[in-house]
């Protein structure tokens, strides 16, 4: 059933995958909005919000980072091409997350939200995600792509550090209990490992890696 | 600020909860299920131990005298049982209550668990009767009282306090206790007795949460004797006109109402008089972040949450954000124990 997994999928069927993980990536806001609707979002609406919203960003982003790694161990490359998609999905959620906090957690006081931003070094690490992610999600199109070569590659490197400080958020934000992080630290370093894994280790056998896969 | 003259919610007229499923966080997880599932070690253990542990309850049972308000055990799971006979105060009478859905789903309790909506769950087969604490360290002479007779030390009293968590939100509840006063006055501590320090249950049967040690358990927590002799401390029994749901700290809490929500210890069965200060639950936890005095302090900053404002639970999506008030608003009553006191080093 999944054979076509297994080599790669025409341009339709690409076309296919794309709409279908499009629809999946929707699905967590149309939860919220029905749960906004329905008037099940808890006691604490807002910090239900805030949470699931950066639940999925994370998400996202942590499945953004598995692609790479199923290329190096399958030699499959065709999964890269949803990666821009999902990467700007996480950054759709990440808009989501932030505007809940500046409008509907502190409804637009800039003051209080630099005190907090300042004070807090949950927020302050959040905060600098967000900020680092918007070169990337602006330079996302195939334009840009191509203006920047080289350069575009190096600096969307930095979604690694962007991942880890929003761990960190993720971290600091629980009071005691942290194996919700743990867990996700944990899956991010095994799909940073493989890259290192890969392009520090193995890097002089690639190109037998990829001979074996093509058998 | 909200303040109006009347509660505009009565208590009879609150739908019983039914069972809380905890669907949003079930979907909330549910795409993460393969990679949470291959981490088995990670997921969660409460439920299971939960079911583990259940027997049904027995019959119906009256304990008490006629005059004194009686405890009910409960005939069936989460039945709600009714306190008769407590007293109205002028405490909080012009607040509006937060909705008995809201105070009793939303909860920290770790010990059913570290989600807020886990403890209304996890707590289900919880038995808080029969029960007995005991009274020990510097007092007259040790002893024990069961729950019906702290019921019978003085009159229940109906006190609606604000409660403000050091995560940032506040309900207003109505609360029915008796002064921790009267307790301490029948306790008989002697004149070595300084603080109070409380503890609560441990039994990792019947609190599925004691069996990840993300706290010291058993959960504890002190006061300081004036603290604990002020009016407003109150040991509260029940809310909303019943019997304390098991989720709340049912059968016995403290409620300290200048302090965050975590000094209000829940479960308690023990109570000890002490000459030094005692070490909390969470000073051990995070002395940076939890000290022994905890009262609310918008001035005082906290590394995780902003303590200048809070958010009323119940308020709505737009309400936004309420000054958060120098002790929770009970300055007048408990401002002069705090006389001299460096409160940026105390905290």
């Known amino acids: 059933m999944l054979a076509f997994l297994n080599k790669n999928p025409s341009k339709k069927q690409i076309s296919w995958i794309k709409a279908v993980v499009f629809i999946i990536c929707l699905i967590p806001l149309i939860r919220l909005v029905w749960l906004g609707v329905v008037d099940n979002l808890g006691a604490n609406p807002i910090e239900f919000i805030e949470h699931s919203t950066g639940f999925w960003a994370l998400f996202i982003l942590l499945a953004t980072l598995t692609l790479t790694p199923i290329r190096l161990l399958s030699g499959r490359a065709w999964p890269i091409q949803i990666r821009r998609m999902l990467g700007l999905f996480m950054f759709f959620y990440v808009c989501l997350h932030i505007i809940t906090y500046v409008w509907l957690d502190f409804a637009f006081d800039w003051l209080a939200i630099t005190k907090d931003v300042a004070k807090h070094p ?55 209990d942290i194996r919700e992080p743990l867990l996700y630290a944990c899956i991010l370093m095994v799909l940073l490992g493989i890259r290192i894994y890969y392009k520090y280790i193995k890097a002089p056998k690639v190109s037998s890696k990829v001979q074996v896969n093509s058998l | 600020m909200i303040i109006q003259n009347k509660s505009d919610i009565i208590p009879s007229e609150i739908t019983p909860k039914s069972v809380f499923d905890n669907r949003r966080d079930f979907i909330q997880k549910a795409g993460f299920g393969l990679i949470a599932g291959a981490a088995g070690l990670i997921s969660n253990p409460l439920k299971a131990a939960t079911v583990s542990s259940g027997t049904t309850e027995g019959a119906g049972r009256l304990v008490g005298r006629a005059n004194a308000p009686a405890i009910v055990k409960p005939t069936s799971f989460g039945a709600r049982q009714k306190i008769s006979g407590y007293n109205k105060t002028a405490y909080g009478a012009s607040e509006k209550l937060t909705a008995y859905e809201d105070i009793t789903t939303y909860n920290n309790y770790y010990e059913f668990g570290t989600d807020k909506n886990e403890p209304a769950i996890n707590s289900k087969l919880f038995k808080p009767y029969p029960w007995t604490v005991s009274i020990e360290g510097e007092v007259k002479k040790n002893k024990t009282i069961s729950i019906e007779d702290i019921y019978k030390l003085a009159p229940l009293e109906e006190r609606i306090y604000r409660m403000r968590c050091v995560e940032g939100w506040s309900m207003v509840i109505p609360w029915i206790g008796l002064p921790l006063a009267q307790l301490i006055k029948w306790a008989e501590p002697n004149a070595n007795a300084k603080y109070v320090e409380f503890v609560s249950l441990a039994d990792k049967q019947q609190m599925p949460g004691q069996n ?31 019997q304390l749901p098991n989720q709340n700290g049912a059968p016995l809490r403290l409620v300290t109402p200048w302090k965050y929500g975590f ?55 737009f309400a936004g954000r309420i000054k958060t008030q120098m002790f929770n608003g009970y300055t007048e009553q408990v401002g002069q124990m705090y006389a001299g006191l460096d409160l940026r080093k105390n905290f």
């Open chain 1, 122 to 176: 949950r927020i302050l690490v959040g905060f600098a995600a967000f900020i680092l992610s918007v070169p990337l999600a602006l330079t996302s199109t195939n334009s840009m792509m191509k203006r920047l070569r080289e350069r575009w590659k190096q600096l969307h490197q930095l979604v690694y550090f962007i991942a880890i400080l929003v761990i960190v958020h993720f971290w600091w934000l629980v009071k005691k």
């Open chain 2, 212 to 242: 990840i040690q993300v706290l010291d358990w058993p959960y504890t927590e002190g006061l300081r004797m004036d603290e604990a002799m002020n009016p407003l401390t109150i040991m509260a029994v029940g809310l909303y006109g019943e």
């Open chain 2, 263 to 317: 000094k209000g210890i829940k479960g308690i069965v023990k109570i000890r008089f002490v000459e030094k200060m005692p070490v909390s639950s969470w000073m051990k936890a995070g002395p940076s972040e939890y000290g022994f005095y905890a009262n609310v302090n918008p001035n005082v900053e906290h590394p995780r949450w902003t303590q200048s404002s809070e958010r009323r639970i119940g308020a709505g999506l």
